[in-house]
């Protein structure tokens, strides 16, 4: 015998399937947002923190970026005035050349620079040396 009409049960179980791929699709579409987000302000950050670290010349001290740069644009220098960043050097290591008429020692430095913004702390460490 042909069936020739969708049963009650039929049209129920389709419904719910579709439900689910919508709920999935939605909880996905939120998820990327979220990371979207997240992304978007760590390369913020890490942005101020290379700007920070290509125009500063001072080191263990705290600063604003808005004293070390200046733009004419002032929605850019608003945004900039409230970063603070402090920056702290530690020499790790002081290697002594015995043998070399070039260059006499190598000094090691770690170079922590601490982004304050918006309450949230972002850190980032630099290793550098200084031939001698």
Not at 15 to 23: E, S
Request: proline share 0%.
């Amino acid at each position: 015998m042909m069936k020739k009409s969708i049963s009650l049960i039929e049209v129920l179980i389709s419904v719910i399937l579709i439900t689910i791929v919508i709920v999935v699709i939605i909880q996905m579409k939120g998820n990327n947002l979220f990371l979207l987000g997240k992304f978007k302000d760590s390369t913020l950050n890490n942005g101020y923190i290379l700007f920070a670290v290509n125009n500063n010349e001072k080191r263990n001290y705290k600063m604003y970026l808005s004293n070390i740069v200046n733009f004419e644009d002032d929605e850019i220098r608003e945004e900039l005035k409230g970063i603070k960043i402090t920056v702290k050097n530690k020499k790790l290591k002081d290697l002594t050349m015995l043998r070399n008429d070039y260059i006499k020692s190598i000094v090691f430095v770690e170079s922590t620079y601490v982004l304050n913004l918006n309450n949230k702390t972002t850190s980032r460490k630099f290793y550098t040396f200084k031939l001698e």
